[in-house]
Nanobody, 125 residues
Framework: QVQLVESGGGLVQPGGSLRLSCTAS????????IGWFRQAPLKEREAVAC????????YVVDSVKNRFTISRDNTKNTVYLQMNSLKFEDSAVYYC??????????????????WGQGLQVTVSS
């Protein structure tokens, strides 16, 4: 059974930090690129950060550059999203997802086959 389980979300004040984790099981982790997406109320789901299957390439959306970092540990089937200097506008439900793509980073939602259940990140004072 394929599972992507996210953890690490919650409530944080502006300027604070969170680290999201996503641990996978039920598929060959090392063959999949991984992405973090988010969706705020009344907004479309967007790619926040994505990483290739070997971790050699990554992408972060402009709005989080220099604040968010994506990484993966293929020995633990886990991907991380380190989020620093959080802003009100970072509040959303965050999802991790897995895409079977070869050696590239993809931000296209349709290429992501497996999705986690999502977790809430709320930035509020």
């Amino acid at each position: 059974q394929v599972q992507l389980v996210e953890s690490g979300g919650g409530l944080v004040q502006p300027g604070g930090s969170l680290r999201l984790s996503c641990t996978a099981s039920g598929f060959t982790w090392a063959h999949f690129a991984i992405g973090w997406f988010r969706q705020a109320p009344l907004k479309e789901r967007e790619a926040v950060a994505c990483i290739s299957k070997d971790g050699g390439s990554s992408y972060v959306v402009d709005s989080v550059k220099n604040r968010f970092t994506i990484s993966r540990d293929n020995t633990k089937n886990t991907v991380y999203l380190q989020m620093n200097s959080l802003k009100f506008e970072d509040s959303a439900v965050y999802y991790c997802a897995a895409a079977y793509v070869d050696g590239v980073v993809t931000t296209s939602l349709i290429e992501y086959s497996y999705w986690g259940q999502g977790l809430q990140v709320t930035v509020s004072s």
